[in-house]
């Protein structure tokens, strides 16, 4: 296989990314979405007072936090695995050149494409697309197969698979700056943050808010599922729930007092976007701007 060293890291990527991938063009009416806790707290700012400050979309390699695996440094195994599918089109790069990191809602989830990383969504543009790669599964697994915009077989392969509903999703990497006024269709927040400092923030990025119909889980509910993630997650959920319930403004609350484990809130957080997601999820995407 040979190896195009012209043009920007980005555009080096994506052509390397687009030898290695195969099929028909995916369906321009798809979008990719970034899902993300609207109400974590990093370096003394929301993620959304940042977002509205910087105007742009970080990847984790800048923010230093995720929703995911925190392996985002150089020699950690993010940076291996971009090493090896982008082609090392990013390994001499500042962190702000490396891509965001989301999923293609092929299943036109009203939730977003991957919610176990979070309540809330971004809904890219469609010429977005042109500039996303893809794998499946996620790149944690170390997959061997991969996608473009023009060249998407990935959809084939995950409608074949039998995953859990939280790894039901085809990863995305947005190459070059996501633009809150210029990428971003919409933010799309759970309805649990309206008149809320979520919302007030929300409403500085400049791009539409829509709501979607809501994750919320009853501790009954929630006890049913020891052996999703374990008993003692199931235990934290019942202890942080208000009036019997979780949802995405009680857990974030919880975050920020410091009294519990992140990871450990990142389980139960497993719990509600699985057993809690509303049951129209799939009827589409954000229900209307407010």
């Not at 195994?77 to 982008?86: G, N, V």
């Not at 473009?148 to 077989?153: D, L, Q, S």
């Not at 996501?178 to 933010?187: C, K, N, P, Q, S």
Request: some cysteine; overall charge negative.
């Amino acid at each position: 296989m040979s190896f195009d060293a012209s043009g920007t890291p980005q555009e080096r990527a994506v052509r390397h990314v687009a030898q290695l991938s195969s099929g028909p063009a995916v369906d321009p009416a798809l979008r990719v979405t970034l899902n993300f806790h609207p109400d974590r707290v990093a370096h003394g700012r929301s993620t959304l007072d940042a977002l509205a400050d910087d105007e742009v979309y970080h990847s984790q390699f800048v923010t230093g936090t995720s929703n995911g695996g925190l392996t985002a440094h150089p020699g950690g195994d993010r940076w291996r695995w971009e090493s090896r599918i982008f082609g090392g089109a990013y390994d001499a790069e500042p962190a702000q050149e490396r891509p965001a990191y989301g999923a293609l809602n092929f299943r036109d989830k009203a939730v977003g494409a991957a919610p176990r990383f979070g309540s809330a969504h971004f809904r890219l543009t469609v010429a977005t697309l042109a500039r996303t790669t893809f794998c499946y599964p996620d790149s944690f697994l170390e997959p061997s197969d991969f996608g473009v915009a023009e060249r998407m077989g990935l959809i084939k392969l995950a409608e074949a698979d039998d995953q859990d509903a939280l790894d039901d999703y085809i990863e995305a990497q947005v190459h070059g700056p996501v633009r809150m006024d210029r990428d971003v269709e919409a933010l799309v927040l759970d309805p649990c943050f309206q008149d809320t400092a979520v919302e007030e923030a929300a409403r500085r990025l400049g791009c539409p808010l829509e709501w979607h119909p809501g994750f919320r889980l009853g501790v009954e509910e929630l006890s049913l599922h020891p052996d999703y993630r374990g008993r003692e997650y199931v235990e934290l959920g019942v202890r942080v729930a208000v009036d019997g319930f979780l949802d995405p403004r009680v857990l974030g609350d919880a975050a920020r007092t410091g009294e519990h484990d992140p990871q450990a809130l990142k389980r139960v957080w497993h719990y509600l976007a699985r057993f809690g997601a509303p049951r129209d999820q799939d009827q589409g995407q954000g229900q209307g701007q407010g």
